[in-house]
């Protein structure tokens, strides 16, 4: 019987990963970033790509930019339409992360 349950939900940030990038955080679908205030987009991935260095290079290159072919989504805008990286995330808001995915 926890009686903070509702407000620990409002102080994370959940970054829904695609199916193609689960195996590289474990198998989970869902990660979740501490954020008791705004955080930026940078300081989220490097929270929760911490345990999985392989996701890291995944999602961003070794400038620390976010690669060409992944997707970063807050509040259903794309963050390089917004302020990239620097992109604030408001504590209970969710993550899309989104990989293209080239045929051929």
Sequence with gaps: MRSHEGSAAASIVSVVLPSVLQPLAGGQSILTAPAHEAVTVE?????????????ARRLRDETGAVR???????????IRRLQGLQTEIAPGRE??????VAGG
């Design 95 to 100: 993550v899309l992360i989104i990989q293209s």
């Design 68 to 78: 060409r072919y992944v997707n970063i989504y807050v509040n259903g805008q794309e």
């Design 43 to 55: 300081s989220m991935l490097d929270s929760v790509t911490g345990r999985y260095p392989a996701l």
